[in-house]
């Protein structure tokens, strides 16, 4: 519930900011019933939000770097949404066997970035793994827009498209061979998805006009955010989601 809460909230609030996001290809996504593994190029730290907004009302896991977490009121937030943390410079068998268990098990999708980072755009392996041992597909996506705080207030157009899903059914061993293979797979959907949407960017600068009516919706906003902020700091000592996670 607070996941689907949290998700409309940052949703409205990047709406509020930025104006109306276009997205693509929607009817591409994978069947609710089903789980797979939404990937995409880390650009931003709000193409997340879209993404995982697009696929609604499927519900996602999220890899996050452990880093995020040392901010008791965020590290709540994100934990509550799904997000658990991995040490992307010596990460735990349970990096792969978490995701693997949640897919195979539970009624959530994950939601990763290949690259693992916004300042590579290295295809790793881990999301092969995943997708062999859970025998789910990789659903590819790619955002542009404002990568900016800046750009977003400035009204740059907001594009997120869906690709063809991925399937590693295929490939028998996720050796170097395989795991490059998968890679190869989703390099060259993300270059056709990035190709595709270069037709939409740079876009029209939205009018600042339409700031008018937004406007009071944002004050409404700013109260709102600050309740939840409130609420999910006191809660942050009374619900651990990390007992309740699996």
């Not at 089903?34 to 996602?60: E, Q």
């Not at 991995?86 to 949640?102: E, G, K, L, W």
């Not at 942050?236 to 990390?242: A, G, N, Q, T, V």
Request: glycine share 6%; proline share 6%.
């Amino acid at each position: 519930m607070f996941y689907t809460y949290l998700r409309g909230l940052v949703v409205f609030l990047l709406w509020v900011v930025n104006g109306n996001a276009h997205y693509h290809h929607e009817d591409k996504i994978l069947d609710n019933s089903d789980n797979y593994i939404l990937v995409a190029p880390h650009r931003t730290f709000w193409d997340p939000v879209y993404m995982a907004f697009a696929a609604r009302p499927k519900k996602f896991i999220f890899m996050a770097k452990k880093e995020l977490f040392t901010n008791r009121l965020f590290a709540w937030w994100i934990k509550m949404c799904g997000a658990f943390p991995i040490d992307r410079n010596n990460p735990s068998p349970d990096a792969i066997r978490y995701p693997v268990n949640m897919l195979k098990k539970s009624n959530r999708s994950l939601l990763m970035f290949p690259s693992g980072s916004r300042h590579s755009n290295e295809v790793k392996g881990g999301v092969a793994v995943i997708a062999k041992m859970a025998k789910v597909k990789i659903m590819p996506a790619a955002y542009q827009g404002p990568m900016t705080i800046k750009g977003l207030l400035a009204g740059q157009r907001v594009d997120m498209t869906f690709g063809n899903p991925i399937d590693v059914s295929d490939i028998k061993r996720m050796n170097d061979e395989g795991i490059n293979e998968v890679a190869s797979r989703i390099q060259a959907e993300f270059d056709r998805l990035d190709k595709e949407l270069t037709a939409f960017q740079p876009g029209k600068v939205r009018n600042s006009f339409t700031y008018l009516y937004r406007l009071p919706l944002g004050f409404i906003l700013f109260f709102v955010l600050l309740l939840t902020m409130l609420f999910s700091y006191l809660a942050s000592f009374i619900w651990d989601p990390d007992k309740h996670r699996h």
